[in-house]
């Protein structure tokens, strides 16, 4: 630099000019627009996120139950909530034609129609399918012209004595047994089995000696039948089904208890994601910090839609430790110590921010100089504590019929970060006379963390079914922070803000239990 | 109570949120910090803005300051300068000055200590903003021609060559005032 510089220099740094017109600023006009902008704001980006969270559960749950619905109104016509008349008119309804069923039971003893019936095809009679409920008369005319399929009538009276005679009745039906129309039967026993809309009820062994009489079942007893799931299938004919407005049969899958109970623990890991700017301004510290592995645990219930959805929520707990690092100049003033040492009150940058720290650093021997000027290199240490909840889908594209089910997740992850503790690891100086001894008096503050953050959850995962009711399984969740764990916001608006975010890989293996099972 | 103990006093109660703490910030180091604004302005209202941005900046930041690191006019200078050079990065106003050498016999440094500083800061202020800026932050500021580069995104033989071109230009017009002065005193 050379003289003409350096006159420019010395003379625009003296700070010691006279105030005038032309270098004072128009104080009215620049500090009430400073006051403005330092003004606290109210901080509406805790209540944004909230709401962003809510409605994103609120959407994944409609979308969830709007799935649900659909994969089962579109195999079954949703019935109507009978009224107690109605009740009665199916009651009627039913005895009848199991009054029918029952004469031509006797007819096929006589002649030998069930050989030809039973040759006939079921498809036959695709009105029944469409008349509900069953018109008596077309039962009735059915029955007479032998187009009843073997299906449908026993083809000798000798099967019905060794299959037993099967009345039927949807629960939407509650069957009761006129007493102006007893149904007489020679057959060695007649099961019962009505339908619920939780299932079916066990067969129910009403008589069990010839030429014995049903008699009527008061409505209020209906409720009162014990409810267990039965399978029917390969007891009630098709047409018989339609005929007797049988509800379709249940996927295998829905038989069980829909909610799931799932234990897991395994590893995941922190990624910070620091924005460059808060980088920068950390950058002057030569800042440095780790990412790094922790474990988890959780607690997670899914609820099973049908065979390839589910809903799952749950509680996980994450333990992560960090480091970080940073040097400052600081000064050792001999003349001032304490007992061979100088106290200190230090901000030690942190990914979540400054964070004030007390230490000493101690004398080990006689220095020359009052004042000693140290490079001094601090190494932090951070626990950090997590509580998250993710509310999300699981998607089983192969269904859960198999004993190994590959699956996907999408899920909303509501974090509360409980507590950060930071702890001085290390402090180097760069001289060997003056050295940090851990006293355990050092206090380092909890920096102004964001608690409650949010996440956005992609996963894939793999369960084994060892027993019908408890599984197995290995997860992988990568997460995305959707917003910051600590911010400051930039006072440029057009500038990215101080913030550290945190994306996370999880691993985990699982023990899955089916409730109820 | 020094200098530096009574920075940090302010800037303590300023922490808390004490209105008036930040108000006596702001006197104390008004006129210092709009001093480093006019220079990289063009003109006072200019230098107004970059003040206001530059101290409400400084204001967020208080908590990043390190009284071990160094005085706190210094940092708010290196803030001010930061706040300058952000708007003029924003404004689009750095623009490489492609100006041809400017022929001047001498760089006459007694006729520059003659000049008085508002006449100087009026020389600056109507430099090229290209040469205004990197004339300020090398031979005013202190910046390297590495840290000048990389702060306005240039190469570093630019930067050396538009510090000559403003060195040049700002001779020259101190031989234009300096004969100009001569023709209407005699």
């Known amino acids: 630099m050379d003289r003409f510089d350096e006159i420019w220099k010395n003379r625009f740094n003296d700070s010691k000019l006279p105030a005038e017109e032309w270098n004072s600023p128009d104080d009215d006009m620049v500090w009430n627009e400073i006051a403005a902008g330092i003004a606290p704001k109210k901080d509406k980006r805790k209540h944004l996120f909230f709401w962003w969270g809510?409605?994103?559960?609120?959407?994944?749950?409609?979308?969830?139950?709007?799935?649900?619905?659909?994969?089962?109104?579109?195999?079954?016509?949703?019935?109507?909530?009978?009224?107690?008349?109605?009740?009665?008119?199916?009651?009627?309804?039913?005895?009848?034609?199991?009054?029918?069923?029952?004469?031509?039971?006797?007819?096929?003893?006589?002649?030998?129609?069930?050989?030809?019936?039973?040759?006939?095809?079921?498809?036959?009679?695709?009105?029944?399918?469409?008349?509900?409920?069953?018109?008596?008369?077309?039962?009735?005319?059915?029955?007479?012209?032998?187009?009843?399929?073997?299906?449908?009538?026993?083809?000798?009276?000798?099967?019905?004595?060794?299959?037993?005679?099967?009345?039927?009745?949807?629960?939407?039906?509650?069957?009761?047994?006129?007493?102006?129309?007893?149904?007489?039967?020679?057959?060695?026993?007649?099961?019962?089995?009505?339908?619920?809309?939780?299932?079916?009820?066990?067969?129910?062994?009403?008589?069990?000696?010839?030429?014995?009489?049903?008699?009527?079942?008061?409505?209020?007893?209906?409720?009162?039948?014990?409810?267990?799931?039965?399978?029917?299938?390969?007891?009630?004919?098709?047409?018989?089904?339609?005929?007797?407005?049988?509800?379709?049969?249940?996927?295998?899958?829905?038989?069980?208890?829909?909610?799931?109970?799932?234990?897991?623990?395994?590893?995941?890991?922190?990624?910070?994601?620091?924005?460059?700017?808060?980088?920068?301004?950390?950058?002057?510290?030569?800042?440095?910090?780790?990412?790094?592995?922790?474990?988890?645990?959780?607690?997670?219930?899914?609820?099973?839609?049908?065979?390839?959805?589910?809903?799952?929520?749950?509680?996980?707990?994450?333990?992560?430790?960090?480091?970080?690092?940073?040097?400052?100049?600081?000064?050792?003033?001999?003349?001032?110590?304490?007992?061979?040492?100088?106290?200190y009150t230090q901000n030690l940058a942190t990914p979540y921010g400054l964070s004030e720290a007390n230490f000493r650093l101690n004398r080990q021997r006689a220095v020359n100089g009052d004042e000693i000027d140290l490079l001094v290199d601090f190494e932090s240490r951070h626990l950090i504590h997590n509580w998250s909840m993710p509310i999300g889908l699981q998607v089983f594209p192969l269904g859960k019929n198999s004993k190994w089910k590959p699956y996907t997740s999408v899920a909303l992850g509501v974090n509360y970060l409980a507590k950060i503790t930071n702890t001085i690891h290390q402090i180097g100086s760069s001289h060997d006379a003056i050295q940090y001894e851990n006293s355990g008096s050092e206090s380092f503050a909890q920096p102004d963390i964001q608690n409650w953050h949010f996440d956005l959850r992609l996963g894939l995962g793999l369960s084994y079914e060892v027993f019908p009711s408890l599984s197995v399984g290995m997860n992988y969740d990568w997460s995305r922070g959707l917003n910051p764990i600590y911010q400051v916001e930039n006072i440029n608006p057009e500038q990215q803000n101080y913030e550290t975010r945190i994306d996370r890989h999880h691993l985990s293996i699982s023990i899955i239990k089916t409730l109820g099972n | 109570m020094n200098q530096l103990s009574e920075d940090i006093i302010l800037i303590e109660r300023s922490l808390r949120g004490e209105q008036q703490a930040f108000k006596l910030l702001y006197q104390k180091y008004k006129q210092s910090l709009f001093m480093v604004c006019l220079r990289y302005a063009k003109d006072k209202m200019t230098a107004q803005d970059y003040l206001q941005e530059a101290f409400i900046s400084i204001f967020k930041k208080l908590n990043y300051f390190d009284p071990a690191k160094g005085v706190f006019e210094s940092w708010a200078k290196r803030i001010t300068i930061n706040a300058c050079l952000m708007h003029i990065r924003q404004q689009s106003l750095y623009t490489i000055s492609m100006q041809g050498e400017i022929d001047v016999e001498s760089n006459d440094a007694n006729a520059l200590s003659d000049l008085g500083l508002q006449e100087m800061l009026r020389m600056v202020q109507q430099l090229p903003q290209g040469y205004k800026t990197i004339f300020n932050m090398y031979v005013i500021d202190g910046y390297s021609h590495k840290e000048i580069a990389s702060e306005l995104n240039i190469s570093i033989n630019t930067s050396k060559t538009q510090l000559k071109k403003a060195r040049t230009a700002l001779q020259k017009k101190i031989l234009d005032n300096q004969q100009s002065y001569r023709m209407t005193h005699g």
């Not at chain 1, 460059?276 to 099973?304: E, G, H, I, K, M």
């Open chain 1, 54 to 343: 809510l409605g994103t559960v609120v959407i994944l749950i409609v979308f969830a139950l709007l799935l649900g619905k659909n994969s089962t109104s579109s195999t079954e016509p949703k019935p109507e909530k009978p009224t107690k008349q109605m009740q009665l008119s199916t009651v009627e309804n039913t005895t009848n034609k199991l009054t029918e069923l029952n004469k031509n039971t006797t007819k096929s003893k006589e002649s030998p129609t069930g050989k030809v019936i039973a040759q006939t095809n079921k498809d036959a009679f695709p009105k029944l399918a469409t008349q509900m409920p069953v018109n008596r008369e077309t039962v009735k005319q059915l029955a007479r012209n032998g187009n009843m399929p073997a299906r449908v009538l026993p083809e000798t009276t000798q099967e019905i004595t060794t299959k037993n005679t099967t009345l039927l009745n949807s629960s939407k039906e509650a069957m009761i047994l006129k007493t102006e129309a007893p149904i007489k039967k020679t057959t060695s026993a007649l099961t019962l089995k009505q339908a619920s809309t939780t299932g079916f009820l066990k067969s129910q062994e009403v008589l069990k000696s010839t030429n014995t009489e049903l008699t009527p079942m008061k409505l209020d007893r209906i409720s009162s039948l014990a409810l267990a799931p039965v399978s029917y299938e390969d007891e009630v004919p098709p047409v018989l089904r339609e005929a007797f407005n049988f509800p379709e049969l249940l996927p295998t899958s829905n038989k069980s208890n829909p909610f799931r109970l799932a234990f897991s623990a395994g590893m995941i890991y922190w990624k910070h994601r620091i924005s460059d700017q808060y980088t920068s301004d950390l950058a002057a510290f030569d800042f440095n910090y780790t990412d790094n592995y922790a474990w988890q645990a959780n607690v997670q219930l899914s609820y099973a839609f049908n065979a390839y959805l589910s809903a799952f929520t749950g509680i996980q707990y994450e333990q992560v430790r960090s480091a970080s690092g940073h040097n400052s100049n600081l000064k050792y003033d001999v003349l001032n110590e304490q007992d061979a040492s100088n106290a």
